[in-house]
């Protein structure tokens, strides 16, 4: 996977210096969990948006997918180490 920049630009209002974040997403079916950890996105300090850059996205959408579709099989995913993004990199 391709290393993110550590500021992107913002979806909504264009601005140049949307911040690295990082946010965590737990999901629960049958009693298994599955647990997305350290998903990069940027954040807007001047309008508040939050993007997700689109490789990352798809990557979290069908790891969802195949949870809830699958076999509910749980386990947990550190999502911005196969997106080469170390953790002190990003804004806490």
Known sequence: MEKLELVGICAGCYYENAELR???KTLVKDGAALCLKRIPYYYCPRCGEE???LDVEV???RAIKRFTEGNGKGE???VGNLF???SESAVQ
Request: proline share 7%.
């Open 22 to 24: 990082f946010k965590e």
């Open 51 to 53: 993007t997700y850059d």
């Open 59 to 61: 990557f979290v959408e």
């Open 76 to 78: 947990t995913i550190d």
């Open 84 to 86: 080469c993004v170390p």
